[in-house]
Nanobody
Framework: QVQLVESGGGLVQAGGSLRLSCAASRSIFSINVMGWYRQAPGKQRELVATITSGGNINYPDSVKGRFTISRDSAKNTIYLQMNSLKPEDTAVYYC?????????????WGQGTLVTVSS
């Protein structure tokens, strides 16, 4: 199993930037897909960004061009750089690790970190 520890959330004004970090308890190259999801009050959890072990990256249109996912393999850590933040980006952000083993996908989640964007 994988343990994930997130950090970096906080309060920022619209137009500002924040960087989230997610440290994994094992080599990130042993994890098939890592990513960030978010959940706003009263809404379903949604994808923000993913990166595969091979380096393929995916963003939804809502954050494309504003958010950047990256990784540091030496630190077993992924990051989410968030620029040009909008009030609608306010949510709890969760780090996710998906490991495919014996035909099953095992998901691990971080504890979540709150991002609040004020207008």
């Amino acid at each position: 199993q994988v343990q994930l520890v997130e950090s970096g959330g906080g309060l920022v004004q619209a137009g500002g930037s924040l960087r989230l970090s997610c440290a994994a308890s094992r080599s990130i190259f042993s994890i098939n897909v890592m990513g960030w999801y978010r959940q706003a009050p009263g809404k379903q959890r949604e994808l923000v960004a993913t990166i595969t072990s091979g380096g393929n990256i995916n963003y939804p249109d809502s954050v494309k061009g504003r958010f950047t996912i990256s990784r540091d393999s030496a630190k077993n850590t992924i990051y989410l750089q968030m620029n040009s933040l909008k009030p609608e980006d306010t949510a709890v952000y969760y780090c996710n690790a998906a490991v495919v083993a014996f035909g099953n996908t095992l998901n691990a989640w971080g504890q979540g970190t709150l991002v609040t964007v004020s207008s």
